[in-house]
């Protein structure tokens, strides 16, 4: 099963950007799989990339920061 490995640690650099302080994980397929995509540390990311008229159905803070970070 699909599944996140490490807790999300961002720094909120301002203008919308964040730096992700410890590097982060998401693992594909079934246990055991092997398939690991991994964020390095120090990436830079505006999270949810989303036009200002959506923001009330997908915030760009919230429950959907970690596949943010992924994709």
């Known amino acids: 099963m699909s599944t996140f490995k490490d807790p999300l640690i961002l720094e909120d650099v301002g203008d919308g950007t964040f730096i992700l302080k410890k590097s982060f994980s998401y693992s594909l397929g079934e246990i055991g799989s092997d398939i690991t995509i991994v964020?390095?540390?120090?990436?830079?990311?505006?999270?949810?990339?989303?036009?200002?008229?959506?923001?009330?159905?997908?915030?760009?803070?919230?429950?959907?920061?970690?596949g943010a970070v992924v994709h």
């Not at 120090?42 to 999270?47: A, G, I, P």
Request: aromatic content about 10%; cysteine-free; proline content about 11%.
């Open 39 to 66: 964020v390095p540390e120090n990436f830079r990311t505006d999270l949810a990339s989303i036009p200002g008229i959506v923001n009330w159905l997908v915030p760009k803070l919230g429950k959907y920061n970690k």
